[in-house]
């Protein structure tokens, strides 16, 4: 058993970044996840990110070096594995190629880093878009 301290502040989560935390927590509800996605980035985009988080998580569950500490669903803090996941879903998908894979050898075995990475941009990418809309809605943009 692995015991972690995490604190409840600290350095500001990016919207894709929560939303990777959250899909986390709530993996069990892959279609409540789709349906919620589906809102903010339309239904094609929400479902391809569940997808590849189900193909994320099933790398994870069969290569990973240690199970990751996810957190129930209401906690307030975040674990560090949790945020570690989050960025590299985001170095995946930014094309961050060579961070990314940094981040994947920690991550999983070395058969499953190439995977991991493609699994991470195919989560990362739609949520990006997400980030994107709130920029073009922000008052301070000209238009």
């Avoid at 986390?24 to 980035?41: T, V």
């Avoid at 988080?53 to 990973?64: E, G």
Wanted: glycine content about 6%; overall charge negative; some cysteine.
């Amino acid at each position: 058993m692995r015991h972690e301290y995490f604190k409840t502040v600290g350095p500001a989560l990016r919207v894709p970044e929560w939303r990777i935390v959250q899909m986390l927590r709530r993996q069990q509800e892959a279609d409540r996840l789709e349906a919620e996605l589906a809102g903010a980035i339309g239904l094609e985009r929400a479902r391809a990110c569940v997808d590849g988080f189900a193909q994320l998580m099933a790398l994870m569950r069969l290569h990973a070096w240690h199970p990751p500490l996810i957190l129930r669903p209401g906690a307030e803090g975040v674990s560090d594995d949790e945020r570690n996941l989050a960025r590299f879903v985001l170095l995946s998908a930014e094309q961050d190629r060579e961070a990314a894979l940094v981040e994947a050898m920690a991550i999983v075995v070395p058969q499953a880093i190439l995977p991991l990475v493609a699994a991470g941009e195919r989560v990362g990418l739609p949520l990006l878009c997400e980030e994107c809309r709130d920029r073009l809605d922000c008052p301070l943009t000209f238009q």
